[in-house]
């Protein structure tokens, strides 16, 4: 393990210390949907046992707009939150962390409630979706926030804020999917505005002593994607936001 030298060496986020560096990324596995939240537990508790610092759910939905399908999991009623706890008190039952990765679809939601930040149709999805207006915009950032909020109430230890592959928050950065001209469009400066806004009020709704990993696109590798210069700047921006921890992604779907 010369090659990796702090592979196993604790982490220290301020409030918790992770005892390594091993993270488990999200990833859909086809049981969040099945209603069976004891067989996903499982799963996530036998990483845990193996040794994994900190577990990144598969995305969960903040709302119905932001659903990659009809039925697909999520956090945004009060009554999902007991179905939540049936993960995260086996994952800690089984001496591990979770965190809940936050996914807003936007446009490759397959879906006729799908939103965008402008109404570019995506590869993998039937339906366009709608442009999202300034009210609605602010009500997805709200949506997000609350969701983390839940998970926090739902025994989770953090969350992971979905900013990467192609997914809403990325759909903004990019002049390929933001057609806008207002204050969420034009100038990177303002197309970076709402997953640094996100960030934030996720931040003020969950506290300090709470894990915020944002997903962060590192090459986007399709038209008039994000330049590296503008990438530096969104990760410097989420982190001074309040993300705990940076993951990185690469492409879109």
Do not use: C
Not at 2 to 27: A, E, I, K, T
Not at 102 to 129: D, E, M, Q, T, W
Not at 214 to 222: A, G, H, K, Q, T
Request: proline share 6%.
């Amino acid at each position: 393990m010369n090659q990796y030298p702090h592979l196993f060496r604790p982490l220290d986020l301020g409030h918790v210390v992770l005892p390594n560096r091993v993270l488990m990324g999200s990833m859909h596995t086809g049981l969040e949907e099945t209603g069976d939240w004891g067989r996903i537990a499982a799963f996530y508790a036998e990483r845990a046992e193996g040794g994994v610092a900190l577990i990144v759910t598969g995305g969960m939905a903040p709302n119905e707009e932001g659903a990659v399908l009809p039925g697909a999991a999520g956090l945004f009623t009060p009554e999902d939150i007991a179905r939540h706890r049936v993960v995260t008190d086996r994952v800690h039952a089984a001496g591990g962390l979770i965190a809940m990765q936050i996914l807003h679809a936007g446009r490759y939601g397959y879906s006729p409630k799908a939103v965008a930040p402008s109404p570019v149709k995506s590869p993998i999805s039937p339906f366009a979706p709608r442009e999202l207006d300034d009210a609605g915009v602010e009500k997805q950032i709200a949506d997000i926030a609350e969701a983390a909020a839940r998970a926090r109430d739902a025994g989770y230890d953090g969350v992971e804020v979905m900013g990467s592959e192609g997914y809403l928050l990325n759909q903004f950065l990019v002049t390929h999917t933001n057609k806008r001209d207002d204050r969420w469009g034009g100038p990177f400066e303002r197309r970076m505005r709402l997953p640094v806004e996100v960030v934030a009020q996720v931040r003020a709704a969950v506290g300090a002593d709470f894990i915020l990993i944002y997903r962060l696109s590192m090459i986007d590798l399709i038209p008039n994607g994000q330049t590296w210069d503008e990438v530096v700047r969104l990760a410097q921006a989420v982190e001074a936001a309040g993300a705990s921890m940076l993951n990185t992604g690469i492409g879109w779907h």
